[in-house]
């Protein structure tokens, strides 16, 4: 691909080799009013990559909402601040990894988990929980066991050592992943509301002082790796993927958190994707100042590092920040305490210009906007693909009597199995306030020292995305709101986390903007704000897409913790009461995918109207103490639901209702229903409520007993059950 | 009542316990930094879990070198009770005040969950009111060995303090969740003042943890 229209002094394959286009490198020229130098080159393409700039996505993301009465911080800083009462924040964000985590399962995972714990405690906030989202290949696919256990053993490494609990997640198993992993990491930590740091830089003449490990030659070009598509040779790339240390990251948080207790810090930025050059550029541009950095004082690991490798490289576990002067001294000696680097390696300048310096030779130069607000922005062309068409089933097509055996094939199956084998690798206990463990629909984590929690879920069914982009948007959203909801909370806002294919394709861009429509249309119906996200494009391997994937991490408030709900169901005699509508939809369902081998039948609709109804409903029903337990339906349907809340309480059910269609009934997989155990004594209260609320609720069974007994249909030991669902994911790990 | 906890880099169960110690006992423990050198009069000193130095080295080796170790060592021969949980129990076999080794776990894997331990000792300061007791692991290295010559001393010297079982108090291969020999969850040194054990109490030590019964062993010692 030679350009005869190339007339620059910089070889053209130089510049195609840092991910730059001829009209953004011509950009660059005339910002600078010169060519490049190669620091310089790097630099733009750092700050250039999709990774870094948003430049397919900023358009699109706009759009969503993100206001609201609690949201203290919105997106744009290293992470989203919702105000959760009494002067305490929560603060949150999700990253993916995806890239690294394929070429390097173990570190990719880990420092994911690394970085993103540093997002959240840049701002002031102790992290208080790490939850996940993954997507590997098929379960049979012969990387998929590779990249599942190098994955979760990662994750356990890095937040295990660092001692922040992991609570929760959510993993699938897909063909269209096989090439191309995700791996997307989620950290909520907790703050004092007047005690939060931003990253602008200000006060001409500070030092920019920096700290943690040392700076090597690792991770060098990680972001515009992570920015590119892979074909064969991409384990090539290894190199590029970066080693986590987590005992230094613990170091450095408790160092951090020490110093931010003191009046030293004026911004912070730590120092992810693209290292030194975005986190030095970000804090000059949000503070609309200069920075002048001596690359020669940067703490290094190996020898004779260029200027070019040391803004480059993305060595972990270190931050930038700009201190009072006359705090220096103080704050030195706190790294000091740690074993940590601390160097003072510039200053705060009036020039708006990133100027480096290296053995008092000038480096580089360039000014800050042209880096940022002048950094390329596409609308991309995209094309709205009609949604898979809605597909009817009828009784007739199912035999009843295989309605348990499917029951129990399809818990079996690793997208519906137990997640056991993942989160028992996970320390979820440590810092002793994990209210529900992983295994229910939210994780809640107690805000130390009080009696209220957050309560925290991330959700997306990139089928249900793939085949009709703008319900699935909204049902990402929607599955973590329910999720919070039945566990007793009040949802607050999310994060979200962004995975497609090549933006530059416009059925995947098509993809892309209908995703968001729905997020957004559910996020505003449900006052559900996005106040922090992340976004990976370019998720394709020898050109095949992976399907569209915006992860959701919800976040929700208990203000006192007796009203937390779980799954597990409690006790003899209690009914067991079904919330919203079953219309039978089974199209693209886990039963027609597992029994069926078949991805077919449309993405189910969510009428926002009911959903907001039904949750609402939820909400009340358990702030007025009428619940015993709650569990949303989900994937799988009612049946599966009910499995799930018999498994984890050890108790059986007896089924009455009645159906001429049970497959319809049990495994459809209709929008904005919840199961609901409720007392004998509590019963009338709950349908009063319902009926005030124009809320369907109905009673479909009774507690007790140690099976799943279906009138008409037959029964199931929960022991077998438990048997099954205890082996789908255990399996992959030992094939 | 006085009570310390040695805070090491990368420990992180300090907060934990002391949390835990504060509720129970009514007392706030001092914190206890490793490059300090000496350690007040005490009535309890434990070494909490977590990766002091990232466990780079081999578990618990390189911050029973740490300065205050010294201190923590000869605090233990004058009878002070000293208790280490988890990372804290493999820092004490590494400090030589309690026998045997500590390996990955049989499962090659970090294990967290609930498990059941049964006392054996039944006299010691920290066990005198144990019973079976429900409370969490969360390790990747707790798997308890000690040579045969070993094993029958601390036997015979009730040295074993407490053992992985059922809810019935069973101790069998099934209860054992990572292959340690006679499913030993935790020890006792001959003079019964040290107590090394990988389970959390501290995790198991009020309503909102789910289970309580991890408070018995630090109310039989703090009370």
């Known amino acids: ?735 | 009542m006085k009570s310390h906890v040695i805070v090491f880099p990368g420990s992180n169960c300090d907060r934990d316990v002391a949390v835990a110690i504060k509720n129970i006992s009514g007392h706030q423990p001092q914190m206890v930094w490793h490059k300090e050198t000496s350690i007040d009069q005490s009535d309890l000193i434990v070494v909490p879990g977590g990766f002091s130095y990232g466990d780079y080295l081999r578990c618990g080796a390189m911050a029973s070198t740490s300065p205050i170790m010294h201190d923590v060592v000869k605090k233990a021969k004058e009878g002070v009770p000293v208790l280490g949980i988890c990372n804290g129990f493999q820092i004490l076999i590494e400090s030589g005040l309690l026998d045997g080794a500590l390996m990955r776990n049989s499962s090659l894997s970090f294990i967290c969950r609930d498990i059941l331990i049964k006392p054996k000792n039944q006299s010691s300061v920290f066990t005198k009111n144990a019973q079976v007791a429900k409370m969490p692991i969360a390790h990747n290295e707790g798997n308890f060995f000690v040579t045969s010559q070993q094993l029958k001393k601390i036997q015979d010297n009730d040295q074993i303090a407490f053992q992985y079982c059922d809810e019935n108090g069973n101790v069998n291969e099934h209860t054992n969740p990572n292959g340690s020999l006679e499913n030993i969850a935790g020890i006792l040194n001959e003079k019964k003042n040290v107590l090394g054990m990988m389970p959390h109490p501290e995790r198991a030590a009020e309503l909102a943890h789910g289970c309580e019964d991890g408070k018995n062993i630090f109310e039989s010692i703090l009370n």
């Open chain 1, 1 to 735: 691909m030679t350009n005869h229209n190339w007339q620059f002094q910089t070889e053209q394959s130089l510049v195609e080799k840092h991910g730059l286009k001829l009209d953004e490198f011509e950009k660059i020229v005339e910002g600078l009013g010169r060519e490049p130098n190669l620091t310089e080159l790097g630099i733009f393409s750092a700050m250039w990559n999709e990774h870094c700039s948003y430049k397919s996505s900023k358009f699109w993301l706009k759009k969503l909402p993100t206001s609201g009465k609690r949201v203290v911080q919105g997106p744009g800083e290293n992470a989203g601040v919702i105000d959760i009462d009494d002067g305490d924040v929560a603060v949150f964000k999700m990253e993916s990894h995806n890239h690294p985590s394929f070429l390097e399962p173990y570190q990719g995972a880990a420092t994911g988990v690394g970085g993103i714990l540093r997002d959240v405690f840049t701002m002031g906030a102790r992290p208080v929980a790490n939850l996940n989202a993954l997507r590997f290949g098929e379960p049979n696919h012969p990387k998929t066991k590779h990249l599942l256990s190098g994955v979760v053993s990662g994750i356990g490494g890095y937040g295990n050592c660092i001692g922040v609990p992991t609570v929760g997640g959510e993993v699938n198993f897909h063909p269209s992943y096989n090439g191309n992993i995700l791996v997307n990491a989620m950290t909520v930590g907790i703050a004092k509301k007047d005690k939060i740091f931003y990253s602008a830089a200000a006060g001409i003449g500070n030092p920019v002082v920096y700290v943690g490990s040392k700076t090597g030659r690792d991770g060098i070009h990680g972001a515009t790796m992570a920015s590119a598509e892979f074909d064969e040779d991409s384990e090539d790339k290894k190199p590029t993927v970066q080693v986590g240390d987590p005992f230094t990251e613990k170091l450095l948080l408790e160092a951090c958190l020490e110093l931010m207790k003191e009046e030293a810090i004026i911004s912070i930025q730590d120092m992810g994707a693209a290292g030194l050059t975005s986190s030095s550029i970000e804090m000059a541009s949000k503070g609309d100042v200069g920075l002048e950095i001596d690359l020669s004082k940067v703490p290094m690991r190996a020898k004779n590092m260029s200027a070019y490798e040391l803004m480059l490289s993305e060595s972990q576990e270190r931050m930038l920040m700009v201190l009072d002067p006359s705090k220096e001294e103080m704050a030195r000696d706190i790294f000091k305490k740690w074993d940590l680097e601390f160097e003072v390696i510039g200053k705060v300048t009036d020039t708006k210009r990133l100027i480096l310096m290296k053995n008092s030779k000038e480096e580089a130069s360039i000014p800050i906007n042209i880096l940022v607000e002048d950094a390329p922005e596409y609308q991309r062309d995209y094309i709205v693909q009609e949604p898979s068409p809605i597909k009817e089933y009828k009784p007739e097509d199912f035999d009843q009597n295989n309605l348990l055996n499917d029951l129990n094939t399809m818990i079996m199956h690793p997208d519906l199995s137990s997640r056991k084998w993942i989160w028992e690798q996970y320390d979820h206990m440590v810092m002793a306030d994990t209210v529900v463990r992983p295994g229910s629909d939210a994780a809640v984590v107690r805000v130390h020292g009080t009696n209220k929690g957050l309560a925290m879920s991330t959700d997306c069914s990139p089928v249900y995305c793939k085949h009709n982009p703008y319900e699935g948007g909204k049902h990402a959203v929607v599955e973590t709101w329910r999720n919070i909801i039945a566990s007793g909370a009040l949802p607050i806002a999310i994060t979200d986390c962004m995975n497609f294919g090549n933006p530059e394709k416009p059925e995947i861009m098509g993809q892309f903007v209908e995703c968001i429509r729905g997020m957004g249309d559910a996020c505003s119906k449900l006052n559900y704000p996005v106040v922090s996200g992340n976004v990976s494009l370019y998720n394709e391997t020898n050109g095949e897409g992976i399907y569209p994937t915006p992860a959701i991490g919800g976040v929700g408030l208990i203000q006192d913790l007796s009203n937390v709900k779980t799954l597990s169901l409690k006790e003899d005699g209690n009914f067991l009461c079904v919330v919203g509508k079953t219309a039978n939809h089974l199209g693209i369902s886990k039963y027609i995918s597992i029994i069926q081998s078949k991805e077919e039948g449309g993405t189910p609709e969510i009428n926002l109207d009911t959903e907001l109804r039904n949750g609402n409903f939820v909400m009340d029903a358990i702030n007025q103490k009428l619940i015993a337990s709650a569990h949303d339906v989900g994937e799988g349907g009612i049946l599966v639901a009910i499995s799930e809340m018999c498994m984890s309480g050890n108790l059986g059910i007896t089924i009455e209702i009645e159906t001429n269609f049970p497959h319809g009934y049990f495994f459809a997989e209709d929008q904005s229903r919840y199961l609901l155990e409720v007392s004998p004594n509590n019963y009338d209260a709950c349908q009063k409520l319902a009926n005030n609320n124009n809320v369907h609720f109905e009673k479909i069974g009774i507690v007790g007993g140690d099976k799943i007994s279906i009138k008409n249909i037959g029964d199931q030991h929960i022991s077998a059950l438990k048997r099954s669902f205890e082996t789908g994911i255990k399996q992959i790990s030992q094939l």
